[in-house]
């Protein structure tokens, strides 16, 4: 048994008495697997990000916003669409002001809500930015695929991705 390996029958049944369903080897391999391919990827994505002086996070933002009607979107909407808490939203986007990437709104009959915009900055940084980072997308990720592949990761991803959002409450 290696150092990252578990034996079951060395830990005991849950709080609740169910046996826990350890992982095969070879689910435990795909696991970790994916695990090390996304925090790589959004370590090389993000460095490369850099020169730009965005961070991946900025560059996602920038993303749903440059796509959304009126290159504006509600904050909260903002925050789900990235994942985000609104309160960690809030201090990324006082920083994207900031730089004159996007800015804050008031939304027209709600006076508690707020739009983040797309400044014409943040449009201009997004259409400079978006060519680099497809290329990096497409090196470090989409070309080390065969179009079979691709679509069998397709396959295999979109149900999780969906199980998850619907945990969300945004199935």
């Known amino acids: 048994m290696d150092a990252h390996t578990i034996d079951a029958a060395d830990v005991s049944p849950s709080e609740h008495g169910e046996e826990t369903p350890w992982l095969t080897a070879r689910e435990q391999r795909l696991w ?3 695990l090390e391919v996304a925090k790589l990827l959004d370590y090389q994505l993000g460095r490369e990000l850099q ?8 560059y996602e933002i920038l993303v749903v916003l440059s796509e959304a009607p009126e290159r504006r979107m509600r904050m909260t909407d903002l925050a789900t669409a990235t994942l985000q808490s609104k309160s960690r939203l809030s201090h990324q986007i006082t920083r994207m ?3 004159g990437l996007v800015l804050r709104q008031e939304c027209p009959g709600d006076r508690r809500g707020l739009y983040a915009h797309l400044t014409e ?4 940084t997004m259409q400079k930015v978006a060519p680099d980072h497809v290329r990096s997308v497409r090196a470090h990720f989409i070309d080390r695929f065969t179009p079979e592949q691709l679509d069998a990761m397709y396959e295999a991803l979109a149900p999780v991705a969906e199980h998850l959002r619907g945990l969300r409450g945004r199935s």
């Open 32 to 34: 970790r697997a994916h």
């Open 51 to 58: 020169p730009h002086n965005l961070a991946i996070n900025d």
């Open 97 to 99: 002001e900031t730089a």
């Open 121 to 124: 900055q943040g449009w201009g």
